[in-house]
């Protein structure tokens, strides 16, 4: 049986947690000689968001940086490695949320921005509204600058190989295969308090291998896959998006804080054990107003890191201590 998950850390300055991607990650396998690399994607993201926070720089910024990071690592999946849908296309989603005012962004269904989570921010920052999908979202994504790059630029063999493996087990009518790194369905995240304490979230996705053209998870829902309140937490969410979506699952969190005076970590797992028992697989990184953390999750593993103000990053897969970065 897995052992609790250590969740309580910070309470002081900064801090800064990570996950990208929860699910069945195998010990052995391919997946081992990858492990380091996941540990020095999530250490590089951490050490961008670190650098805005010491330097007295804002919450908002820290997630915004630490997720752009993973996007740019093609191991996860989002950004440059997204996974394809079912129609071999590929429909990236990203949200950010502010703590102090409730401001939010996200986008749905895109391909184009190299960095979705920028768009998720330019939406927040220079329109008038909360969400903007497909053709639309790209258009306002050109008019307001969001860097773009070309279809080839997010494409890799392993995850085309991944697709039609998905689409061979349908024609089969074979049960789900278990993928070794969890990354077909995985997601990027990271949240944050600053040393004003102002809290922020951020969240991004490719969503999952073969997915129905169209479909939306949690990453680019306010409340189910992203929240802040610098009242109560911050939250960025990984797993089964349909079932973060029906249950609010972030802002479910939140609310168990203000209205329950749940601490964080006791909400938190709570809602992931609770998901769990409906058959929702996943995990959250979480922060509160003090600057404790959570970081549970309910699956074999999940790709998380944290850094407080004035310590070592650390990182973990499974349920070993965390690695601390030289």
Same mark, same amino acid.
């Given at each position: 049986?897995?052992?609790?998950?250590?969740?309580?850390?910070?309470?002081?300055?900064?801090?800064?947690?990570?996950?990208?991607?929860?699910?069945?990650?195998?010990?052995?396998?391919?997946?081992?000689?990858?492990?380091?690399?996941?540990?020095?994607?999530?250490?590089?993201?951490?050490?961008?968001?670190?650098?805005?926070?010491?330097?007295?720089?804002?919450?908002?910024?820290?997630?915004?940086?630490?997720?752009?990071?993973?996007?740019?690592?093609?191991?996860?999946?989002?950004?440059?490695?997204?996974?394809?849908?079912?129609?071999?296309?590929?429909?990236?989603?990203?949200?950010?949320?502010?703590? %102090?005012?409730? +401001?939010? /962004?996200?986008? *749905?269904? $895109?391909?184009?921005?190299?960095?979705?989570?920028? &768009?998720?921010? #330019? =939406?927040?920052?220079?329109?008038?509204?909360?969400?903007?999908?497909?053709?639309?979202?790209?258009?306002?994504?050109?008019?307001?600058?969001?860097?773009?790059?070309?279809?080839?630029?997010?494409?890799?063999?392993?995850?085309?190989?991944?697709?039609?493996?998905?689409?061979?087990?349908?024609?089969?009518?074979?049960?789900?295969?278990?993928?070794?790194?969890?990354?077909?369905?995985?997601?990027?995240?990271?949240?944050?308090?600053?040393?004003?304490?102002?809290?922020?979230?951020?969240?991004?996705?490719?969503?999952?291998?073969?997915? %129905?053209?169209? +479909?939306? /998870?949690?990453? *680019?829902? $306010?409340?189910?896959?992203?929240?802040?309140?610098? &009242?109560?937490? #911050? =939250?960025?969410?990984?797993?089964?998006?349909?079932?973060?979506?029906?249950?609010?699952?972030?802002?479910?969190?939140?609310?168990?804080?203000?209205?329950?005076?749940?601490?964080?970590?006791?909400?938190?797992?709570?809602?992931?054990?609770?998901?769990?028992?409906?058959?929702?697989?996943?995990?959250?990184?979480?922060?509160?107003?003090?600057?404790?953390?959570?970081?549970?999750?309910?699956?074999?593993?999940?790709?998380?890191?944290?850094?407080?103000?004035?310590?070592?990053?650390?990182?973990?897969?499974?349920?070993?201590?965390?690695?601390?970065?030289?």
């Amino acid at each position: 049986m897995r052992q609790p998950e250590l969740n309580k850390f910070g309470g002081r300055g900064f801090a800064l947690a990570v996950h990208g991607g929860a699910g069945p990650i195998r010990k052995e396998g391919a997946n081992r000689s990858s492990m380091a690399s996941h540990h020095e994607g999530l250490r590089r993201a951490l050490a961008a968001g670190r650098q805005i926070l010491a330097d007295g720089g804002g919450a908002l910024d820290a997630v915004t940086e630490a997720v752009a990071a993973l996007e740019d690592d093609p191991l996860f999946n989002a950004g440059r490695g997204s996974v394809f849908s079912a129609t071999g296309k590929h429909e990236m989603d990203a949200s950010v949320m502010a703590g %102090a005012d409730h +401001r939010a /962004g996200a986008v *749905a269904g $895109i391909l184009g921005p190299r960095n979705p989570v920028l &768009a998720a921010r #330019a =939406v927040m920052e220079q329109s008038m509204h909360v969400l903007l999908i497909g053709e639309g979202a790209l258009a306002f994504c050109r008019e307001h600058g969001v860097t773009c790059a070309e279809p080839s630029y997010f494409y890799s063999e392993k995850r085309w190989q991944e697709l039609q493996t998905e689409l061979d087990r349908r024609r089969r009518g074979n049960p789900a295969t278990v993928v070794d790194d969890c990354t077909d369905r995985g997601t990027v995240g990271a949240v944050a308090r600053d040393r004003c304490g102002n809290l922020a979230a951020a969240t991004s996705t490719g969503g999952m291998t073969g997915k %129905a053209a169209g +479909r939306v /998870g949690d990453s *680019a829902i $306010i409340g189910a896959g992203s929240y802040a309140d610098n &009242a109560t937490c #911050a =939250v960025s969410a990984t797993g089964h998006g349909e079932f973060f979506i029906r249950y609010g699952a972030a802002f479910e969190i939140a609310a168990r804080l203000r209205y329950a005076g749940q601490s964080l970590q006791q909400a938190a797992r709570e809602v992931i054990d609770s998901l769990a028992g409906i058959g929702g697989s996943g995990g959250v990184v979480a922060v509160d107003r003090s600057g404790i953390l959570a970081l549970p999750f309910n699956t074999a593993g999940m790709y998380r890191g944290f850094v407080l103000d004035g310590s070592a990053i650390h990182t973990a897969i499974y349920d070993e201590p965390y690695q601390v970065a030289s």
